[in-house]
């Protein structure tokens, strides 16, 4: 019986040896509550508020809403917002430009909010509902506080708060679209109808 006792501990302890070393050899690559451990690229920006990364997943900025490219929508957004409509059509190209500009080479980290744990974290297109991390910068965070996308508080998320307020501060600040309720921006005249050159995948566009 004693023979049989120290056989049963020999086998608790090597399944706990293995249990710990499998946990170890597997680290996370994502995180609901703060950004993953494993650094993660983009290979193309669709527009101010899309990233394609290289492993082909596609992602959708929580809590934001930038203008579209061509999209009628940015009239009604525009009226919504009180802002002068050809002006709020350009910022889907700044807003694209800058999400380019903040991600390019960079390793980047993905947040989860845990609305959307019930979906996978995905939307109803199969894109991955995230925060974006460029190091200790949120961009998500950064494009509101820059006047380059509003809030976006249709579906509840964690930040929901804090991103409305970012959005008040731009607006008495007058940053990015928020300057421009009634005068046109100078460019806008020239990019009504075009597609920036920014489009490009971020491989073809360092080549």
Not at 13 to 24: E, K, S, T
Not at 45 to 52: E, H, I, L, Q, S
Not at 133 to 142: E, F, K, T
Request: proline content about 6%; some cysteine.
């Amino acid at each position: 019986m004693f023979e049989t006792e120290i056989k049963k501990r020999r086998l608790e302890r090597r399944f706990f040896i293995f249990l710990a070393a499998l946990i170890w050899a597997v680290p996370p690559c994502f995180s609901s509550e703060a950004p993953a451990a494993a650094p993660l690229r983009v290979a193309h920006v669709a527009d101010g508020d899309t990233v394609r990364l290289t492993d082909g997943a596609e992602v959708r900025l929580i809590g934001i809403d930038t203008p579209e490219h061509d999209d009628e929508r940015n009239l009604k957004n525009a009226r919504r917002f009180g802002l002068d409509p050809a002006s709020y059509a350009l910022f889907a190209v700044k807003a694209h430009a800058r999400a380019e500009e903040l991600v390019r080479d960079a390793d980047i980290r993905l947040e989860f909010d845990a609305s959307n744990a019930a979906t996978g974290h995905r939307d109803k297109y199969g894109r991955l509902l995230a925060y974006v991390w460029v190091g200790d910068m949120l961009l998500n965070a950064r494009l509101i506080e820059e006047g380059l996308a509003p809030a976006y508080g249709r579906f509840p998320h964690r930040r929901r708060s804090e991103f409305y307020q970012l959005q008040k501060a731009a607006k008495a600040a007058k940053k990015g679209m928020w300057a421009f309720p009634a005068k046109r921006h100078p460019e806008a005249r020239s990019a009504e109808g075009s597609r920036p050159e920014i489009l490009r995948p971020l491989s073809a566009a360092s080549e």
